[in-house]
Structure formats: structure tokens, C-alpha cells
């Protein structure tokens, strides 16, 4: 399939949890500290609760870990790391968009993402004609527990730590917070899509059979990391951030009550238009708080990757069109003029 290596995301997770929890023991604020694992959430904080924004963990996703480990590779190689390309494979267009536009750090460190869903039939039919394989997997049950709400909490080994899965019930738990009605967590693990990443639109499995396999994934691996200190404080200045994190308040929708209701009507009509499946790619929660976004120009329509794949599609056929419709003689004649 034109890849070379292939990088088990499990072992970046185990570097993760670890000095996620080296960073719980040493943490002794009354806030909670909370996730920067879902980009979707990142930016529903940003936006609808910025109160919370010095509470967001400063560490890198495991995703941008395994991007930084190329420069190893490339390294062991024995060529430029800027040969090197870096691809993620991932169940969420919210992690795909921030790919591109990393939370964390001020420059990518990978180049590009594919969704599960698109490669899953090639790899599955490749995996098929292959007569032996290497052994790709070389994390323990801590790495496969980070795709499900709460795989790796117990593991941190502190009190009042606390998983949430799905945009609503997490709107609840930070309104609840904002409002002292939840008091003593120390950590807290937020995920957009229910079920956390097994739950992505990108996936291919049914997420509750998916959660199932991977809870018998971290039983029969066991607990216990398969990553030496050594391989930990190598990839550990990866995990520094290089970037504050901005917060984006909601303002109000019009100057006056007339605007206001005018921005209001066309918020809604831009809603109609997009796909409501609110999967946080554009980098708002929601589909509607992305057309509000539109509406106050913070954001534009094609930031939707829905809306930007329908553009591309619409500009191909019309190019098609054209082409079926000019003679060779025209197109070429045009070309020369231009």
C-alpha cells in the first residue's frame, strides 16, 4: 500500500499514561485537570466554558508522539527526517483537521491522515494475500486502553478521576462543575463521540461490539507497560507544548434584537445545509455552533469538510463537463491564451 513501516499507536499511548500520571501526583490545584485527547472538546471549552481553559492538560496526544518518533526512525535509517512522511490512521475527522493544525504545538508533526474507513477494506484484503507478517503490536493493554472512556483511568492511580462520553453528558458535567455542583475531581477524561474513540464516524466496527473487543484486548494483554524508562525519557520531550491554548467566548449574535434574529434565521438555514452529525472536523462541537461561527465570521462555510468534499466534487464535474463539452482545438487555444 506504498507505506514502509507501520507504527503501533498503543506504545505512544503508554508513554502518554505514563507521565500523565508522573504529572497527576505531582498536580495539586482544586481545579480538575482535564483531557486534551479530543480535539472536539478542546474547542467546546474554548468556546462555551473558557473559565475552564487553565484547567486543559499541557500534553501532547499521543498521535503528535508517534509523529515526533519518525525523526528516530529516520534516524536508524540513516536519512534525512524530512523524507520522512508521518501519516495517521484515525477513527475522527476532529483528529484529522488537527493533523493540520495541532493543538499543542506550533508546527505538525505529522503530514497527513487517512480515515479508518477508507483504508480498512484495501488493508483488510491486503492482510489477506500476505503469507507472513511482522509482529506489529508492542504495547500492553495500557496502550489499547486509551480508545475507550476510562481504558486507562484506573491505571493513574488517583482519586475522584472521572470519563465522560458524548457531547451532551459532557455540556452537563462542565455546566455542573461551573456551577459547584461537582466538587473534588482531580482529573477528568472527556470524550465528544459516545463511547469515546471506538465511537468516531470514521470507524468501521459497531462501537459496542468494538468496546467489547478492546476490554478483552486490555484483559488478555494485561496492565502491566511494555515500555522501558529508557524508551519513556526518549519520547517524553515530545509531550511538551509550545503553545497557549486561546479561548474563544461566545459573543452575541447581532448588534441589536433585529440583527440578533436576522443572524438567527441564518444560522438556522446554514444548519439545514450541513450534515448535523456533529463530528467536530471544522474544530466547533457542533454543527450548529459551527454555523454560528459562519454567521460571526470566525469560521468559513469550507472549513466543513462535508461542505469542502462537496465543493471539490462539484468543481470535478464541472471540469469533466467542460471537457465534454469544448473541442480539443478550443481547450487548446484557451490554454495558449492564458
Known amino acids: 500500500m506504498a507505506f514502509n513501516e ?114 480498512y477494506g484495501l488493508l483488510f484484503s491486503s492482510i489477506g494475500k500476505q503469507k507472513s507478517m511482522e509482529e506489529l503490536h508492542v504495547s500492553s493493554g495500557l496502550g489499547i486502553g486509551m480508545a475507550i472512556p476510562g481504558g486507562f483511568i484506573t491505571d493513574l492511580e488517583v482519586e475522584n478521576a472521572m470519563a465522560v462520553d458524548g457531547v451532551k453528558n459532557v455540556m452537563q458535567v462542565l455546566d455542573d462543575l461551573e456551577h459547584g455542583k461537582i466538587n473534588n475531581i482531580k482529573y477528568l477524561e472527556l470524550w465528544a463521540c459516545p463511547n469515546g474513540c471506538v465511537g468516531g464516524p470514521l470507524a468501521v466496527e459497531n462501537p459496542y461490539l468494538a468496546k467489547i473487543k478492546v476490554t478483552k484486548l486490555i484483559q488478555s494483554l494485561g496492565k502491566e507497560k511494555k515500555i522501558n524508562d529508557e524508551e519513556v525519557n526518549r519520547l517524553r520531550e515530545y509531550l511538551s507544548c509550545d503553545v497557549e491554548l486561546p479561548a474563544y467566548p461566545l459573543k452575541p449574535l447581532g448588534r441589536d434584537t433585529v440583527d440578533a434574529i ?27 455552533a459551527f454555523a454560528a461561527d459562519v454567521i460571526q465570521e470566525r469560521a468559513e462555510i469550507l472549513d466543513c469538510v462535508f461542505k469542502l468534499k462537496d465543493k471539490v466534487v462539484e468543481s470535478i464535474q464541472y471540469a469533466q463537463s467542460w471537457a465534454r463539452r469544448t473541442p480539443l482545438s478550443s481547450r487548446k487555444q484557451g490554454k495558449d491564451k492564458n
Open 262 to 288: 436576522k443572524k438567527l434565521k441564518e444560522r438556522e438555514s446554514i444548519v439545514e445545509s450541513l450534515p448535523k452529525i456533529d463530528c467536530g472536523a471544522c474544530g466547533a462541537p457542533t454543527c450548529r
Open 6 to 119: 507501520a507504527y503501533d499507536i498503543g506504545k505512544a499511548c503508554e508513554v502518554y499514561t505514563t507521565v500523565l500520571k508522573e504529572y497527576l501526583h505531582n498536580y495539586s490545584d482544586s481545579k480538575p485537570l482535564i483531557s486534551t485527547l479530543c480535539p472536539s472538546i478542546v474547542r467546546l471549552i474554548q468556546i462555551k466554558f473558557p473559565a475552564f481553559m487553565s484547567s486543559l492538560l499541557s500534553l501532547e496526544a499521543p498521535r503528535g508522539i508517534a509523529g515526533s518518533d519518525k525523526i528516530n526512525k529516520a534516524k536508524e535509517l540513516g536519512i534525512d527526517p524530512k523524507e520522512v512522511g508521518a501519516i495517521y490512521i484515525t477513527p475522527c475527522p476532529a483528529k484529522m483537521m488537527a493533523v493540520n493544525q495541532p493543538l499543542c504545538k506550533s508546527d505538525p508533526n505529522l503530514d497527513g491522515a487517512l480515515a479508518i474507513s477508507d483504508i
